[in-house]
């Protein structure tokens, strides 16, 4: 029996982890702490270890899992930005989810939008108080808006039907366009230029990183809603703080944080907030700040589990691994193998 140490554990995860586990006869050693340089230790007996995506897979973590003899690290989400995989190659296999559930995310977002712009929050609270007053509450109809997507993976592709019911006009940027009717391709400086609200569903990257800046707010219209549900940083926090405080950005939905791997997952509710960013965003009323959640369905954790434990299972069995992912590849988020075989 295979023995796999599972960091960063919450309830919701082994509802769904063990019902796998027992199919492919895999015990699961549940860890609660996040994997990094101290916690690696205790992946020690293991033959696997699977993290998550505010989980340290470093060039010291990979060194220290090499030198227990584990040579297989199941990313339980589709992102890998955590991942060292110069360090990775030829020691360390890395395997990922690369689709759980883009309906999930794809949801999540409009429903960040929806909420952003009707006020759905500001709401909620305020006839909890017995206040039923209506000022405060203006939106706008979404129909005939144009929405900037950036990204369109299978979850932007979602993301844009979703857009398209709502009778939007869709512009779109991704260095791989996936052309189709009722989107326009653009570049990026032109889609800030062009949007009254931008979504973002692509990976983080070099090129990606802090994407949304100073110089490309600027480019936005005045009074623009951006919504992140994607990876933190790929906005400048201090640069979107500051229109946002200016108006320049109208609102804010951000599902993701440039470092909430420090806070996110945990409950933080008894203790004075360190992090002074994210005070500041969170005491805005123009700002929806959730932690990482768009993920979080029923499907979703069914399939995270699902294609977690069969990546491990192939790797086991000495199957290829259709959902590894390598330094060779890393650069531009897709892989090059010309035969079903593994990176290396």
Same mark, same amino acid.
């Given at each position: 029996?295979?023995?796999?140490?599972?960091?960063?554990?919450?309830? $919701?995860? =082994?509802?769904?982890?063990?019902?796998?586990?027992?199919?492919?006869?895999? &015990?699961?050693?549940?860890?609660? #702490?996040?994997?990094?340089?101290?916690?690696?230790?205790?992946?020690?007996?293991?033959?696997?270890?699977?993290?998550?995506?505010? %989980?340290?897979? +470093?060039?010291?973590?990979? *060194?220290?899992?090499?030198?227990?003899?584990?040579?297989?690290?199941?990313?339980?989400?589709?992102?890998?930005?955590?991942? %060292?995989?110069?360090?990775?190659? @030829?020691?360390?296999?890395?395997?990922?989810?690369?689709?759980?559930?883009? $309906?999930?995310?794809?949801?999540? !977002?409009?429903?960040?939008?929806?909420?952003?712009?009707?006020?759905?929050? =500001?709401?909620? /609270?305020?006839?909890?108080?017995?206040?039923?007053?209506?000022?405060?509450?203006?939106?706008?109809?979404?129909?005939?808006? !144009?929405?900037?997507?950036? @990204?369109?993976?299978?979850?932007?592709?979602?993301?844009?039907?979703?857009?398209?019911?709502?009778?939007?006009?869709?512009?779109?940027?991704?260095? $791989?366009?996936? &052309?189709?009717?009722?989107?326009? $391709?653009? @570049?990026? &400086?032109?889609?800030?230029? /062009?949007?009254?609200?931008?979504?973002?569903?692509?990976?983080?990257?070099?090129?990606?990183?802090?994407?949304?800046?100073?110089?490309?707010?600027? +480019?936005?219209?005045?009074?623009?809603?951006?919504?992140?549900?994607?990876?933190?940083?790929?906005?400048?926090?201090?640069?979107?703080?500051?229109?946002?405080?200016?108006?320049?950005? @109208?609102?804010?939905?951000?599902?993701?944080?440039?470092?909430?791997? %420090?806070?996110?997952?945990?409950?933080?509710?008894?203790?004075?907030?360190?992090? %002074?960013?994210?005070?500041?965003?969170? #005491?805005?009323?123009?700002?929806?700040?959730?932690?990482?959640?768009?993920?979080?369905?029923?499907?979703?954790?069914?399939?995270?589990? &699902?294609? !977690?434990?069969?990546?491990?299972? *192939?790797?086991?069995?000495?199957?290829?691994?259709?959902?590894?992912?390598?330094? =060779?590849?890393?650069?531009?988020? !897709?892989?090059?193998?010309?035969?079903?075989? =593994?990176?290396?």
């Amino acid at each position: 029996m295979k023995r796999i140490c599972f960091f960063d554990t919450k309830p $919701y995860d =082994r509802l769904y982890f063990d019902e796998f586990a027992e199919k492919y006869g895999f &015990e699961m050693v549940y860890c609660e #702490s996040k994997l990094n340089e101290k916690s690696v230790v205790l992946a020690r007996g293991c033959d696997a270890a699977v993290a998550f995506v505010n %989980d340290s897979v +470093n060039a010291a973590v990979l *060194r220290a899992l090499e030198e227990m003899g584990i040579s297989i690290v199941a990313m339980r989400c589709a992102g890998y930005n955590n991942v %060292d995989f110069k360090e990775a190659y @030829g020691k360390v296999h890395i395997v990922r989810v690369p689709a759980y559930s883009p $309906y999930a995310v794809a949801e999540f !977002t409009m429903g960040m939008f929806l909420t952003l712009n009707r006020k759905f929050h =500001r709401a909620y /609270n305020r006839v909890r108080e017995y206040n039923f007053s209506l000022s405060g509450l203006l939106g706008t109809d979404l129909y005939g808006k !144009t929405i900037g997507v950036v @990204g369109t993976g299978k979850i932007g592709q979602v993301f844009i039907d979703i857009c398209l019911g709502f009778g939007m006009r869709v512009l779109a940027y991704d260095p $791989y366009p996936k &052309e189709r009717k009722g989107v326009c $391709y653009v @570049g990026f &400086e032109e889609l800030c230029k /062009n949007s009254d609200m931008i979504s973002l569903h692509c990976p983080l990257t070099k090129e990606s990183y802090h994407i949304v800046n100073k110089e490309a707010i600027q +480019n936005m219209r005045d009074g623009v809603v951006i919504v992140n549900t994607s990876r933190g940083a790929l906005i400048d926090t201090s640069a979107l703080i500051e229109s946002l405080k200016d108006g320049k950005v @109208g609102a804010a939905g951000l599902d993701v944080y440039e470092e909430e791997g %420090d806070f996110f997952y945990e409950d933080y509710s008894g203790e004075v907030m360190p992090d %002074d960013e994210l005070a500041r965003l969170i #005491s805005m009323p123009n700002v929806l700040l959730t932690s990482h959640q768009a993920f979080l369905t029923e499907e979703a954790l069914k399939n995270i589990a &699902e294609t !977690t434990t069969d990546n491990l299972y *192939r790797y086991f069995a000495g199957e290829a691994l259709p959902n590894e992912v390598c330094y =060779r590849c890393s650069k531009d988020n !897709t892989c090059k193998k010309e035969h079903k075989e =593994r990176c290396f």
